[in-house]
């Protein structure tokens, strides 16, 4: 008998039998017996899973294989994916282009520190050591910097910062358009800064020096600009020498500018009246809403019928004045009333305590006590006071309550904005727009980018920081918006624009629905910015190469396979338009 010597292989057999198919995998050796080749079946290998099926297969075939450990190993991890989706946005945005025409070491260096702003927020030192731990230092050209380059990079972008502002007004603003404006502070660590001074914090931080600045935005809340100021300086003060950048500087020359009653104050409404072409929609204040009701120009009655209406008054020449009353604020506001006046009373229920029991003496010492009570709330005016030298009795003051009652729920908008130009419910839609500038500051400050606490010694160099935030927070603003479906927020942009805009925001169906079980209509889940950060986080870039061998050996590099999550926000991302 002809001796057995072929080659062995898998044969794999298939069958169908009522519907369903067979599969039979048979290790076979093929030989020759008397001229003829026949096969021979070793083995049944059906038994056994595909993937070691397909192994035996190739190993007949001639395919060697070695532990996996033997073959390569994974010689460095860098975090990837968070830095490529902040890389894809700034690419959509061409903003390399926008802090600089020509590209030079500075440029890149400012470009990877707004990047490193929005992933990861750190001082410029913590930077130049977290970036090696991801692909940016790498990706973006700078894994050389240091400290000292990364100062001296924000000096160069302070320099160029009119013309970054310039290109970001000429994209975003656009002639007799609406320009967002207000004022925010931050607090500083140290003491040399010669910006830094004692004022209103908006952080709450009283007793600590701080910076203020301001930010300008269009109407959806995009920022275009900021500008830095002293610690101490007024919300309204900050407010024309804006105006008058934005058209000798940006070349804006018609606009309205939208701010708060704090900021757009009489004298810069009188200053705006003398520039052609610039509007103004801002509010009135309590006081001026009630001298609008005593002198009957006001009459609370018509807002039985409706929410919004508009007004005149001689005191106002030139403006049109939008009356508007919220049932649901004006529930808060009572309530909130009556929680200050009951803590006052309180408080003063115990003062009133220790005269009568003698321990408190003398009408100047009792007075001292009950105007720091008093003054707490802001709510001495809704209180009768009598003080003696042994005695003290305080009563509600129900006139002065009712009064302030009566105006629970109302604000004016005031504007010099044309009735052609823009109805009432526009202009009410547009001063609530200021919540745009307002969610920019939250992020700013706290939830993502951190411009505080400052640790920078110099005025330059402040500016320089905030400066380097604003344009971070340009980059994650168009994030966002691009991000919508797959976070928390409301897809549904457009139906702000024809809801009641007196009546308190309500959300979509679809972003109520979000919300509600914290997740997509994939049931995957929904994501905050800062959430979808981490999850792209977890692509990785891992850098391979053969075991034992010396530093100069040649590697590759393996990148985490994304998920569908992960692909989709890429994706959303490139389709960012200018």
Not at 25 to 37: D, I, N, P, Q
Not at 214 to 231: H, I, K, M, N, Q
Not at 327 to 342: C, F
């Amino acid at each position: 008998m002809a001796s057995r010597t072929g080659t062995a292989h898998v044969v794999t057999t298939t069958r169908k039998y009522k519907d369903q198919v067979y599969r039979t995998h048979l290790l076979r050796r093929s030989y020759r017996e008397g001229g003829v080749v026949k096969n021979e079946t070793l083995g049944n290998l059906s038994h056994l899973p595909d993937h070691l099926i397909d192994i035996i297969r190739r190993a007949l075939q001639g395919e060697s294989f070695v532990p996996l450990g033997q073959a390569f190993e994974i010689c460095g991890s860098r975090a990837h994916g968070a830095v490529q989706a902040v890389d894809v946005a700034m690419q959509r945005l061409g903003l390399a282009s926008v802090i600089g025409s020509k590209r030079c070491p500075e440029r890149d260096r400012v470009v990877a520190m707004v990047a490193a702003r929005i992933v990861a927020p750190h001082t410029k030192l913590a930077t130049t050591r977290w970036w090696h731990t991801t692909t940016l230092a790498q990706d973006f050209g700078v894994a050389d910097a240091s400290e000292d380059d990364l100062y001296a990079a924000m000096d160069w972008l302070l320099a160029h910062q009119d013309s970054i502002q310039r290109k970001l007004a000429a994209r975003h603003l656009s002639a007799g358009g609406l320009v967002l404006y207000d004022l925010s502070s931050s607090y500083f660590e140290g003491t040399t800064c010669p910006l830094a001074k004692l004022g209103y914090s908006r952080d709450g931080r009283k007793g600590m020096l701080q910076v203020n600045y301001g930010l300008l935005t269009d109407a959806r809340g995009c920022p275009v600009a900021v500008s830095v100021y002293e610690g101490n300086v007024g919300d309204s003060l900050t407010l024309m020498p804006e105006v008058r950048r934005l058209r000798q500087n940006f070349g804006v020359e018609q606009l309205v500018m939208v701010g708060d009653r704090g900021m757009i104050s009489q004298k810069s409404i009188e200053q705006m009246r003398q520039m052609d072409g610039v509007g103004w929609i801002s509010a009135l204040k309590s006081a001026s809403i009630r001298a609008l009701v005593e002198q009957d120009h006001l009459q609370l009655g018509l807002f039985d019928e409706r929410n919004l209406l508009e007004i005149s008054s001689p005191d106002y020449p030139g403006e049109r004045l939008v009356a508007c009353r919220n049932p649901e604020l004006a529930k808060l506001r009572t309530h909130k009333r009556e929680d200050l006046l009951a803590s006052t009373e309180r408080n003063l229920e115990r003062i009133k305590a220790r005269v009568n029991a003698g321990k408190l003496a003398g009408a100047d010492e009792i007075g001292l006590r009950v105007g720091k009570v008093i003054n707490q709330y802001k709510v001495g005016k809704h209180f009768d006071l009598a003080i003696g030298d042994t005695s003290f009795v305080f009563a509600r003051n129900a006139e002065a309550i009712a009064a302030e009652a009566a105006l629970d729920g109302i604000y004016i908008i005031r504007t010099s904005v044309s009735a052609t130009q823009m109805d009432a419910a526009d202009c009410v839609r547009n001063y609530k727009a200021l919540a745009n500038v307002e969610r920019a500051f939250r992020s700013l400050k706290t939830i993502d980018l951190k411009v505080r606490p400052i640790h920078h010694r110099t005025a330059d160099r402040v500016r320089a920081h905030i400066l380097l935030c604003m344009l971070a927070y340009y980059v994650e603003w168009h994030m966002r918006e691009a991000w919508r479906e797959l976070m928390f927020a409301d897809p549904n942009q457009q139906a702000k624009k024809t809801r009641d805009p007196v009546a308190p925001a309500k959300r979509s169906k679809a972003a109520l629905a979000k919300v509600a079980r914290h997740t997509l209509d994939d049931g995957t889940p929904a994501h905050s910015f800062a959430s979808l950060l981490e999850e792209l986080a977890t692509i990785v870039r891992n850098t391979c190469c053969t075991p034992n061998t010396g530093p100069d050996a040649p590697t590759f590099e393996v990148l985490t396979t994304l998920n569908a999550k992960q692909q989709r926000a890429l994706e959303l991302l490139q389709q960012i338009r200018l």
